[in-house]
């Protein structure tokens, strides 16, 4: 579980002590679960879970791998889940990006997804 912990923190760009203050945990708490010094108990595997929308049984068992990380939401759900994630986000990039999409035309956004999907492989 140590591995998967930080892969969930890394996923959403946190260092150890945001992502403790976002549980109501100290930072060197997170530091001892991911070296695998302690165990995580039930409620802040739950808390990591609904804070982060991650599968829980990915969580606990590492079961269908990486591509199991996240729970199945509703496209709305996802949305407005990704978009509350970018809307508190210091990343300058992803803040330009936010604000650059939100702005172009309609039509130059169809083109740029048909891009994106062909850069990234996605059909």
């Known amino acids: 579980m140590k591995d998967r912990i930080k892969k969930i923190r890394k996923a959403v760009g946190l260092t150890q002590k945001e992502f403790a203050e976002k549980l109501g945990l100290k930072q060197n708490t997170i530091a001892t679960y991911e070296m695998g010094r302690i165990s995580v ?4 595997i739950i808390s990591i879970c609904r804070e982060f929308g991650i599968n829980e ?3 606990r068992t590492g079961e269908g791998g990486d591509e199991n990380m996240y729970k199945k939401l509703p496209d709305e759900d996802r949305f407005s889940l990704n978009l509350g994630k970018l809307s508190v986000s210091e990343n300058e990039f992803v803040r330009r990006g936010v604000n650059l ?4 035309d309609p039509e130059k956004l169809k083109t740029l997804e048909e891009f994106m999907k062909k850069w990234l492989g996605i059909e």
Do not use: Y
């Open 57 to 59: 049984v990915w969580l």
């Open 101 to 104: 999409l939100a702005e172009t």
């Open 41 to 44: 108990s039930d409620a802040v």
